[in-house]
């Protein structure tokens, strides 16, 4: 099975700050990344597939670049609905792993 | 709109079975793979299954392998997941996705409000 590694597991920003989070495989998939966001109590939403391309409807602030084994998702203004937890997933294989989360917290 | 709907949680004892449904509306079903994820009480997501469809391709994380079974009825726009020899493991809440792309670029992009499934005695 392909590991899936993010750093940091947890993250504090500010409103109006550019954060970044890292996504590492443990061999290689292309760009068959995807990136969630998911909220308290809520379901997971996609906000980023292969790797750079911006689901519908997600604001643009939302960046996401990478291939081979390393990733990254950016978001490039925080706004206070962006404080949830995100989790990046690679889709070139099954089982189609998930990385442990990153929960991106209010300072 | 395009909308899913889980239902079919509950608490159920270890070795017990559950069925779990997820009912779509507001796309054409039979024109898309679905995925089951899930997500333990505090913890992370969990891809658990993938169909493809027409039903024909199935694909399971191998902690359920030989347990669950997922199904779909286009006729229904109806998927199912089929747990069987349940274990306190697989407690969790259970999301049903849309998923373009299966097999490589699989990409759940609707998903469910998710359904509680609870193994205990």
């Known amino acids: 099975d392909i590991q899936m590694t993010q750093s940091p597991s947890s993250l504090s920003a500010s409103v109006g700050d550019r954060v970044t989070i890292t996504c590492r495989a443990s061999?290689?998939?292309?760009?068959?990344l995807n990136w969630y966001q998911q909220r308290p109590g809520k379901a997971p939403k996609l906000l980023i597939y292969v790797a750079s391309s911006l689901q519908s409807g997600v604001p643009s602030r939302f960046s996401g670049s990478g291939s081979g084994t390393d990733f990254t998702l950016t978001i490039s203004s925080l706004q206070p609905e962006d404080f949830a937890a995100y989790y990046c997933q690679q889709s070139y294989s099954t089982p189609f792993t998930f990385g442990q989360g990153t929960r991106l917290e209010i300072k | 709109e395009v909308q899913l709907l889980e239902s079919g949680g509950g608490l159920v004892q270890p070795g017990g079975s559950l069925r779990l449904s997820c009912a779509a509306s507001g796309f054409i079903f039979s024109n898309y793979a679905m995925s089951w994820v899930r997500q333990a009480p505090g913890k992370g997501l969990e891809w658990v299954s993938s169909v493809s469809d027409s039903g024909r391709s199935t694909y399971y994380v191998d902690s359920v392998k030989g347990r669950f079974t997922i199904s779909r009825d286009n006729s229904k726009n109806t998927l199912y997941l089929q747990m069987n020899s349940l274990r306190a493991e697989d407690t969790a809440v259970y999301y049903c996705a849309k998923t373009p792309g299966l097999v490589r670029g699989a990409r759940p992009d609707v998903w469910g409000q998710g359904t509680t499934v609870t193994v205990s005695s």
């Open positions: 061999q290689s998939i292309s760009t068959y």
